[in-house]
């Protein structure tokens, strides 16, 4: 939503979660952070060419192999850290949040790249038990995604922090606007809903529930007349043999059920 702009744009400082920031205010040091949408070049452009079958299951293998892969190192790394002492433990998220503070330098520069690197280093060091610290890690690292226009990948770190913190609103209100943008409205309406039940004061995410039902309205009629007119093209196609065309025929909807039933329909005979 447009209302939401200045709150996504900000990065957290603080791993303090007693409280979740609201809508309207995320502190630091110096204040409220803030910043301005900007365009960027060709260089962010997340698209991709339409993949061949044999590249789709290279792909596809690629994927599972690289996810064995991150189970295994992520089991790994699970054993080392709990072979550490809690002061080792707390060292190293120490220099994490150091890393992170040095990427939201970063990001108030607008060196989104710069940025990211410094968060993903920083969730490279967190212990695993740093749940609410790695949670706004992640959500950082959404933000320099959503700068970057790669909005799949800022919606998968948003889920990742939620995953952790369920509790997260910023992270769920971000998400549900990378929703909206990239035209999931059903996933964005959840989110919005989500984000009023921890706190209904936000008044973004409660405009959002009441305009959003009437687009996913909209959108699903839109895509029943495409489903209907493909569906007449293909019966004209098969029906033009016999003489006949889907113009033959009534599609009528009972108001009751929904459904719909085809009648014939009788056509004057020429004099």
Do not use: W
Request: net charge negative.
């Amino acid at each position: 939503m447009a209302g939401n702009t200045n709150v996504l744009d900000a990065v957290e400082e603080y791993s303090d979660f007693t409280s979740n920031p609201t809508p309207l205010e995320v502190q630091d040091e110096d204040g409220l952070i803030t910043t301005d949408t900007v365009k960027h070049n060709n260089d962010y452009d997340d698209t991709t060419d339409t993949e061949s079958s044999s590249e789709k299951d290279e792909s596809e293998s690629y994927d599972k192999e690289e996810t064995e892969r991150l189970k295994s190192e992520a089991k790994e790394r699970q054993r080392c850290e709990d072979e550490m002492t809690e002061e080792e433990r707390e060292k190293l998220n120490r220099e994490s949040n150091g890393l992170k503070k040095k990427g939201n330098d970063f990001f108030r520069e607008k060196e989104y790249t710069d940025a990211f690197n410094m968060y993903t280093k920083s969730l490279l060091v967190c212990p695993l038990c740093y749940t609410k610290d790695r949670a706004i890690m992640y959500s950082n690292r959404a933000a320099c995604y959503m700068k970057m226009e790669k909005y799949e990948s800022a919606i998968e770190d948003s889920s990742k922090a939620i995953e952790l913190d369920t509790g997260y609103i910023k992270a769920l209100l971000r998400r549900a606007e990378l929703y909206e943008k990239t035209d999931k409205l059903d996933e964005a309406l959840s989110d919005y809903q989500r984000v009023i039940e921890l706190d209904p004061s936000i008044h973004s995410a409660r405009a959002a529930c009441v305009q959003l039902p009437e687009k996913i309205k909209d959108r699903n009629e839109k895509l029943k007349d495409e489903m209907f007119g493909k569906l007449k093209e293909l019966g004209n196609l098969v029906l033009k043999p016999f003489g006949l065309s889907t113009d033959s025929f009534k599609l009528q909807q009972n108001p009751e059920t929904g459904s719909y039933s085809i009648n014939m329909q009788n056509t004057p005979k020429n004099s």
